[in-house]
Structure formats: C-alpha cells, structure tokens
C-alpha cells in the first residue's frame, strides 16, 4: 500500500500540541543519513514519523511516530 502522505508534507497531529508537523520518514522512505545509516527507525506499528515544524530553537524537537488515521494535511 503506497503512502498518502510524502516526504515534507505539512500536516496537523489529531493529538499534537503544535499547530502543524512534517512528515520526515514514512513506509517507503525511512530517514537515511548521509553516511547510510538509518537516523530513526519508523516502529512497525506505525505508518509516518513527524516532527513539529517549524523547528524551536533551543528545545528538543522529538521525531513522533504516527498513524495514518492521526495526521492530516494543511490547508
């Protein structure tokens, strides 16, 4: 089954606290470092990994693993 969302898609979390996320990795495209390495490791159970975008200085900007059902596009 291919993804509904892609690779820098802006979205909104059903139980995020931000008013909108990227999707960094799905599925079909997990998050690979330059050097070839896996930089998060999408969990079985999950479809995306988000992040709060923009990005906050200073905090920790956690990668959050998500089901399809949870996320949905920006308007």
């Known amino acids: ?38 930089g998060a490791i999408l969990p079985a159970d999950f479809d995306y990994l988000i992040i709060r975008w923009p990005l906050i200085e200073g905090a920790i900007n956690a990668y959050i693993p998500v089901r399809e059902a949870h996320i949905e596009l920006c308007r």
């Open 1 to 38: 089954m291919a993804s509904t969302f892609h690779l820098e898609d802006k979205v909104t979390y059903l139980f995020g606290d931000a008013p909108q996320y990227k999707v960094v990795a799905t599925k079909e495209q997990p998050r690979v470092r330059d050097s070839g390495t896996y």
